[in-house]
């Protein structure tokens, strides 16, 4: 039998299937240009000091961890508003329950875990069964859960034990622990995404949920699953938190815009908010300039309400740099 | 005689069919609306009752019905707008320094802020026009953006406090007025902005062409729509309802540094449970006017019955998921 | 044909039996008969085209065999043996896959993703992705693209052919018996099709059953062995493309008794002045478009789907703009940007695809007709002052004279049948003030009634002055209505045809053969 040779010369298909997404040219360019201009006005420590470096990654830990479920949600052609209030649940909850007790940890975290699953069970199944928006449905449970920590506590709460703190600062040789942690939770994240039935289905359902229903995915479990994933995440950073705050508080997460600040992470890392496409290394991309950008805006002493100027205006500009090539009509 | 009995109670059922007919389109915003006002009625009857309370009541939902109106504009094209609750910010710490505590300025300090609100809406519209940036990214980033000018301008800190003649908008009462006894003036920039809205919206090109663009934007392109164009109006609108929203606001609730937050959320959510379709093709002002209405009586009653804030945020989540699927699957029975 | 597939067509009609039958389908939807008692035989190694107009029940039939529709009499037998499909997997996983038009993959996700979704090989949830790309392998070798089509490539970065190819790897996975495709060469170019019909020929020689529907006769011809005739819902004939030429089939296909009379074609000396002119006009998909319209005449645009008819409106209108060449609208040289400008400058365009480009389903019928007048309009113009009083009696008078079927204008859109839609989106144009007119298959899914009201219609709007370019894959309607013809082929015009020309001359030029090609042209110069 003969073997049929494409119209295409290799050289073209190859350079179509190549393609390097615009997020890590942002990474690199972003570092440079932070060094520069840190050698420049400040004592240029970024492109210098190691201990700086691995400060900017330990800064990124708790958007980092809770990027990654995000992720997994968008491409589910998903969304999930209600992750800065998990956080916040976490903290208080777990601080309380551990009330500077090493002996209560082991109750702590399960019952946080717990606490997680339900708000990502709870999602899911109002999207997928009560067939809301997902955008009204995490803002909704987002207020419940919101409505349920200001019931209970208006501050501080409890405390941390210091053997718990090992999370937030301790180190193994080099290592911050919370580095190794947040990268486990990366290369879960990816092998679930490419590795798993699982994670097929996602960017199926997430693609053309026809499509994939008509192949036989179940959609309605598959998006359950990433959003209980997603909560799980966020319970994450919530211990990573608490753990480096030694005390939950019920703003902590709103105050970080860990909601927002993940959907933005993921979306500048190649994320589409429409589903099907993404993957974590991107987000953790988006997660790193974040991190640089902040720590070299402190560096160079840069006013805290610039920086949020320029983190927004950021975050449009990688957008629009693949946004603007497309021919469809944006929203 | 049977015949004639028969024959009108036939008339009587006709009657009582049309009547249903008609209940049934209403929309379910009201009835929700006036059941909770009632109870809030029953239960405060000092409050709820008299003129004075109403008015009152009025005073403080006016102003998230003036951001929702906005809001709405933006959804009904097929968009959201997350900047709006940032613009309160903007409009509340910025006016504080403009005003620099000489009620002189508050009417060139007015202006400055629609102009701003203006250039704001201009930018984001823009964006998710020629940039093609969705506008969930674009207002989020601009959220950011025109917050933290807010805080740099004033550096952190209020400058200065808001004169009274600029907070007249969102505290004062025209006072001694034959029926009404006293009505708010937050009241009255309701009306104005609910006017202008109503005939933007149902009575002109405008509002039908934002209709048509966000329910199919290839048909509306196709039928010669300048749909860019629509759309960045569409934007700046919302900005500057949010900058009117906001002078209210402050006038109401004096400076501080959080205000404004998740203001945005809860615009979307009133236009929400006003009947209001997330994606587009859907909208109608005096639904979302009571929307609004209909979620600060729900504080409101929440308060009254002595359940503390957060209970309120728990139940504010309930309403707006339960009414989304409501009226979700409703439509799902309709086809 | 190749020698081997020429024996395989003689042993077909020795002893083997058919591997897909289907016995006495009737399929009815509201309002109109799809498919009326139609039974067919599929062989294996057989290539077997389904031809008819559009309307004839091609595609319902398609939906039937694979498993997406349910007949409402009938039987269907796969490998002698009786079976019933609810749902497309059903089939799929008997061995009876589709292909439709649109693909069903996802442009994201590698090639090997996309032919085994839903059905990964994994180990305790985990993909053994070194087992799916080696099947997958495997399957594209067995088509023998292997060396053109990796596994692991992302399928938006493939072309239209190579994603094709792997919708039929997608089928061969399932070991299809019976693969059907639905205008599949649709959308390649000549080398494509070339590769495709290697592709064809490879799969017939492992015993599959090809089905395919098309509207190319020439490549029906080249391809197919069997060809069946649909009309209106019945089966006319099947036949040995062997013993048949297209002009027959063509026949068959639309020859019908002339139930239905067009009104008169316009006076010569009625028309006006030139008020399209396009001159040399090209752009990506285009070359070389010459011709013009005149005020008061109707410009049939023929030709044979893929030959580039609604592209030329759409370039006309401003969709995709002409990249080169003159164009002139009303005597002005003119360069048409944006359906906005088109709009503006008198141009109206009624859509082929009325759901997706022509409505706004949510939206009350009322305000779907009046859209275009408000396009160009004052953005902040009072509905009030010139739009309510109007549209009070502008909408009921446009719903006569476009003959809607509704109780209400007030009634969202989306809950109007097909038909109906259709007519709104007529009335939106005509309530505009467009004096040239393009029509892209106007009586598209329109019972027979409403067809006649419609010609009737266009031949009004050209009585007021009205210039209109109407493009139809109708024969019968492009040789009723047109005063002048120009037929396309292959995103070019093949020719221009006065008015009275055949069936025949018009299926000549659009597919493209040599003889009666040129012959035509001249005529048509000649009588000019």
């Known amino acids: 039998m003969t073997t049929i040779t494409g119209t295409d010369s290799w050289f073209r298909r190859t350079a179509r299937s190549i393609r390097i997404p615009p997020v890590y040219f942002f990474l690199v360019l972003i570092f440079l240009v932070s060094g520069l201009l840190d050698q420049i006005y400040s004592d240029g420590q970024i492109l210098t000091n190691p201990a700086i470096m691995l400060n900017i990654v330990v800064r990124s830990v708790a958007l980092g961890i809770v990027a990654v479920g995000q992720t997994l949600v968008l491409i589910g052609a998903s969304i999930d508003l ?144 990433a959003h209980i994933i997603c909560s799980m995440t966020a319970v994450l950073s919530g211990l990573f938190l608490v753990s480096q705050m030694r005390s939950g508080a019920p703003w902590v997460g709103p105050n970080g815009l860990y909601d927002l600040n993940s959907i933005a992470t993921a979306v500048i890392g190649g994320t589409a908010l429409s589903g099907g496409k993404g993957d974590v290394w991107g987000t953790l991309a988006g997660v790193l300039i974040f991190g640089i950008l902040d720590t070299s805006f402190n560096q160079l002493g840069v006013n805290p309400y610039l920086k949020m100027v320029l983190r927004g205006a950021i975050i449009v500009l990688a957008v629009a740099s693949y946004t603007i090539r497309s021919k469809k009509e944006a929203a | 005689m049977a015949s004639s009995t028969v024959a009108s109670q036939n008339a009587f059922v006709t009657a009582l069919q049309a009547l249903w007919a008609w209940i049934r389109k209403i929309p379910p915003v009201y009835p929700v609306f006036i059941l909770i006002f009632l109870v809030l009625g029953f239960l405060n009857p000092v409050k709820y009752q008299s003129m004075n309370g109403i008015m009152t009541f009025l005073r403080t939902a006016s102003p998230l019905a003036i951001l929702a109106i906005g809001e709405m504009f933006v959804l009904a094209i097929g968009g959201f707008d997350l900047t709006v609750g940032a613009i309160v910010t903007f409009v509340v710490l910025v006016s504080s320094k403009l005003l620099a505590n000489d009620p002189a300025n508050a009417a060139p300090a007015i202006l400055i802020m629609l102009v701003a609100g203006v250039l704001i809406g201009l930018t984001n519209g823009l964006i998710v026009s020629y940039l093609k940036v969705p506008s969930f990214i674009t207002t989020l980033g601009m959220m950011l953006v025109v917050r933290g000018s807010a805080l740099y301008y004033v550096g952190g800190a209020p400058q200065g406090y808001l004169t009274d003649n600029w907070r007249a908008f969102g505290r004062n009462y025209f006072e001694n007025v034959p029926v009404f006894e006293r009505v708010p003036y937050a009241l009255i920039v309701l009306i104005v902005i609910a006017i202008i809205s109503i005939i933007l919206f149902n009575r002109m090109n405008f509002g039908k062409e934002i209709l048509a663009i966000g329910d199919n934007v290839r048909a509306s392109q196709l039928s010669g729509v300048k749909v860019r164009l629509v759309r960045v109006l569409t934007f700046v609108l919302c900005a500057v309802f949010a900058i009117v929203g906001g002078i209210v606001i402050g006038g109401y609730g004096g400076v501080n540094v959080t205000i404004g937050e998740g203001l945005e959320m809860q615009a979307i959510a009133a236009c929400v449970v006003g009947g209001v379709l997330l994606g587009g093709g859907k909208g109608s002002v005096m639904n979302v006017i009571i929307g609004a209405f209909t979620l600060q009586a729900i504080v409101n009653l929440l308060n009254l019955l002595g359940l503390p804030k957060p209970y309120t945020d728990v139940v504010q989540g309930l309403i707006i998921i339960g009414a989304v699927a409501y009226v979700g699957l409703s439509s799902q029975k309709k086809q | ?341 088109a709009v503006r400058n008198r141009l109206g365009f009624v859509t082929e695809d009325r759901k997706a480009e022509g409505i706004a389903p949510r939206q009350p019928i009322r305000d779907n007709m009046l859209l275009t007048v408000r396009a160009v309009q004052f953005l902040f113009g009072l509905i009030f002052k010139d739009g309510i009083r109007q549209s009070r009696k502008l909408v009921p008078m446009l719903g006569e004279q476009v003959d809607i079927k509704t109780d209400s204008f007030n009634r969202e859109a989306q809950f109007l049948s097909g038909g109906n839609q259709q007519k709104v989106v007529l009335a939106k144009w005509l309530a505009s003030d467009s004096d040239v007119f393009i029509f892209d298959e106007p009586t598209r899914g329109i019972d027979v009634e409403s067809k006649a009201g419609i010609h009737d219609m266009i031949r009004e709007l050209t009585k007021k002055g009205t210039a209109v370019l109407m493009i139809s894959s109708e024969l019968p309607e492009i040789i009723g209505m047109s005063d002048r013809i120009i037929v396309m082929a292959d995103y070019r015009i093949a020719g221009e045809l006065p008015a009275g020309s055949s069936e025949g001359d018009i299926m000549l030029l659009a597919t493209g053969h040599e003889n009666g090609n040129h012959e035509d042209t001249l005529t048509a110069i000649e009588k000019e």
């Open chain 3, 1 to 341: 044909m190749t020698d081997e597939v020429e024996q395989q067509n003689t042993k077909s009609a020795e002893n083997i039996q058919p591997i897909l039958e289907v016995q006495h389908i009737t399929k009815r939807f509201p309002g109109v008969v799809a498919l009326d008692d139609v039974s067919l035989q599929f062989f294996p190694g057989e290539i077997h085209a389904i031809v008819g107009e559009n309307g004839a029940g091609k595609s319902t039939l398609m939906k039937i065999l694979s498993g997406a529709y349910i007949p409402d009499s009938g039987t269907i037998y796969l490998d002698g043996e009786k079976v019933s499909f609810s749902h497309p997997r059903q089939a799929q996983v008997k061995g009876v896959s589709i292909i439709y038009q649109e693909f069903n993959l996802l442009p994201e996700r590698s090639v090997a993703h996309n032919i085994f979704l839903g059905r990964e090989s994994a180990k305790l949830g985990t993909l053994d992705i070194r087992k799916m790309n080696k099947e997958a392998v495997e399957v594209l070798k067995d088509l023998g693209v292997e060396k053109m089509i990796s596994p692991t490539s992302l399928v938006s970065s493939l072309s239209v052919a190579e994603q094709q190819l792997v919708e039929i790897a997608k089928a061969i996975s399932f070991n299809a018996k019976v693969l059907i495709m639905d205008e599949p060469t649709a959308a390649l170019t000549y080398t494509e099709v070339d590769l495709l019909v290697k592709m064809i020929d490879r799969l017939i020689q492992k015993g599959m059953s090809i089905i395919f529907i098309s509207h190319r006769l020439k490549e029906v011809f080249d391809i197919a062995q069997k060809i069946t005739v649909l009309k209106d819902g019945k089966l006319i004939d099947t036949v040995d493309s062997k013993n048949v030429t297209p002009a027959d089939v063509v026949y068959m296909m639309v020859g019908r008794a002339l139930d239905h009379y067009f009104p008169p074609l316009g006076d010569p000396e009625d028309f006006g002045d030139v008020v399209l002119k396009v001159k040399d006009a090209s752009n990506q998909v285009l070359s070389d478009i010459n011709f013009e319209l005149r005020k008061g005449e109707v410009l049939g645009v023929a030709g044979l789907q893929g030959s580039g008819r609604t592209e030329l409106a759409q370039s006309l209108f401003g969709v995709m703009p002409f990249k080169s060449g003159k164009m002139e609208l009303h005597g002005k040289a003119i360069a048409v940007r944006s359906p906005s400008m």
């Open chain 1, 82 to 225: 209600s992750v800065a209030y998990t956080i916040s649940i976490t903290a208080v909850m777990s601080s309380y329950i551990m009330q500077g007790e090493t002996a209560n940890v082991p109750i702590a975290i399960p019952a946080v875990f717990g606490i997680g699953l339900i708000i990502g069970l709870t999602n899911g199944l109002v999207i997928t069964k009560l067939k809301v928006n997902p955008f009204i449905a995490t803002l909704g449970t987002s207020l419940i859960i919101k409505g349920i920590i200001n019931a209970t506590f208006s501050n501080y709460t409890g405390s941390v034990p210091e053997s718990f703190e090992f999370f937030g600062y301790g180190t193994i040789g080099p290592i911050p622990v919370s580095i190794i942690i947040m990268l486990l939770v990366y290369l879960v994240g990816w092998f679930l995404l490419s590795r798993t039935k699982f994670g097929a289905h996602l960017y199926g359902v997430g693609g053309n949920s026809e499509v994939a229903r008509l192949s036989g995915v179940r959609t309605s479990r598959t998006l359950i699953y």
